[in-house]
């Protein structure tokens, strides 16, 4: 029998990859993951297969395991506004909706509150996949409500019927280019964005991401004999090895390296130090054997340490925080990960299990911890915001009620209480304790809250004082005069 063993299928985008790193090199990790989830044609989110959220899917989010968590995000949004002092106009928006579950669930909640819902202007998605965009539209009821919206301009113009996306047509001899509008069932109208920052500007904006900076693409690095050096993936035609891609560490200093030194040198040293007071080595690549000598020396302790970076999370908390400070409102982050900077997270999940990050390129879901510690400090130079958090998700969502929401269902009041059965009495608190439950989601997942000067105390559901950003006092209380 031979003992050569199998590798794991070669995908489409795995055959790309190949071809593209044969002819320049190794690719850094964020590249990786980049093309692997955002690919037009054959990366994870941008396939027109919508089965990838929920049950049957690779993975389950919080607003698919139980529609309490929508609704509490839809309190916390209703009780913001009016410490925002209850702003005539204000928007909702989400970054990276996914089916749009979350969503309907807050826009349920906002008709229970007639003066909030009366003052909502307009709902902001942004997502860059058409096919998710079509799938949130018709979770949402979204319509097209452009009258000036004809057959023969979407015949002229293939792209037309591209959900959000801008088309163009002649009339009256000039060339124009403007998008289709959409209305919600709630007659607020709604609209798609590749970018926070194209969103509409003239009022204040709640936001939402959950679940979504987990997902976007980390550089890895690992402090070597010369210094820092970034790990990357490299084709493996090894036929005893189980995939088609290899982790290498780079021989030189990568432009990331050079800005991680230049940008980051406090918290390079910090995991420096650490490693120096603490077994070495963790998460490497090296497979080199400690002798007594490395344990004893500080400086050999610190060979091996690794730290993964995200700058598009940084950057996306920078684009929010400003938008917050600058048109007043809120943010509110719920994601998976620590208060600190971490060393290799990065993880690939394919139909609820866990897999090698690496394998079937493009048909597994890559995700890695968020450092909350990060993003609070990327934020702090931003004036007028306050940040709150990050607490965990079984404190945050008891603090709104979950408890009391939980009891109201089993009553039978709400669309998942009316007529429970006692298999789905079951069910509903085990998606209850799935969300709270330390060793479950209640711990690991974390929310972090961004406010406006103007929102009165501290964020909802949060301890009274704030983390601190530039020109607000820390106090919430004595800011708020409470």
Not at 130 to 153: C, H, P
Not at 185 to 204: A, G, L, T
Not at 348 to 357: E, R, Y
Not at 362 to 382: K, N, P, Y
Request: with cysteine.
């Amino acid at each position: 029998m031979s003992g050569k063993k199998e590798k794991s299928p070669l995908t489409p985008l795995g055959k790309l990859l190949q071809t593209s790193i044969k002819q320049v090199g190794p690719i850094s990790i964020a590249d990786f993951m980049d093309v692997c989830l955002a690919h037009p044609e054959h990366g994870y989110y941008m396939k027109q297969q919508t089965t990838k959220i929920g049950k049957g899917g690779d993975f389950v989010t919080a607003p698919e395991i139980s529609q309490m968590f929508g609704e509490l995000l839809g309190v916390w949004a209703v009780a913001t506004w009016e410490k925002l002092g209850t702003p005539r106009v204000f928007r909702l928006a989400e970054i990276g909706p996914g089916k749009g579950t979350l969503m309907k669930d807050i826009l349920r909640v906002a008709q229970n509150f007639p003066p909030f819902h009366n003052a909502l202007g307009g709902v902001s998605m942004i997502e860059t996949s058409q096919a998710l965009r079509r799938v949130q539209a018709e979770a949402l009821g979204a319509v097209s409500i452009d009258k000036n919206w004809t057959n023969s301009d979407a015949e002229r113009d293939s792209d037309a019927s591209d959900i959000g996306d801008e088309a163009e047509w002649e009339r009256g001899g000039r060339r124009q280019e403007r998008k289709a509008r959409w209305c919600l069932p709630c007659k607020s109208k709604i609209d798609w964005h590749d970018d926070v920052r194209q969103m509409p500007v003239e009022s204040p904006s709640i936001i939402f991401a959950q679940e979504l900076l987990d997902a976007l693409p980390v550089h890895q690095f690992e402090y070597t004999e010369n210094g820092w050096r970034e790990r990357l993936v490299d084709v493996d035609e090894d036929p005893q090895t189980p995939h088609h891609f290899k982790f290498i560490l780079a021989k030189e200093p990568t432009v990331p390296v050079i800005n991680l030194e230049r940008i980051m040198p406090r918290t390079l040293q910090k995991f420096l130090d650490a490693a120096a007071g603490s077994p070495c080595g963790h998460d490497k690549i090296s497979d080199g054997t400690k002798t007594d000598e490395a344990i004893e020396d500080p400086e050999k302790k610190k060979l091996g340490t690794s730290l993964e970076v995200c700058p598009l999370a940084l950057q996306l908390a920078q684009h929010v925080a400003e938008r917050v400070s600058r048109t007043g409102g809120a943010a509110l982050f719920v994601d998976y990960g620590e208060d600190m900077a971490q060393g290799d997270t990065l993880r690939g999940l394919k139909m609820h299990a866990l897999v090698h990050p690496l394998a079937e390129p493009g048909e597994v879901d890559l995700s890695a911890d968020v450092d909350f510690q990060g993003l609070r400090e990327a934020v702090a130079h931003v004036e007028g915001l306050r940040v709150f958090g990050p607490m965990s998700q079984g404190e945050f969502l008891s603090a709104m009620g979950i408890e009391a929401r939980l009891q109201a269902l089993l009553d039978g009041e709400g669309e998942e209480g009316s007529g429970l059965t006692d298999r789905q009495a079951l069910l509903l608190y085990d998606s209850y304790r799935r969300l709270v439950d330390p060793e479950q989601m209640g711990r690991k997942y974390k929310v972090l809250a961004f406010v406006a000067g103007s929102h009165q105390g501290p964020a909802v559901a949060f301890p009274s004082t704030s983390l601190g950003t530039k020109g607000v006092t820390e106090n919430t209380e004595e800011a708020s005069g409470e």
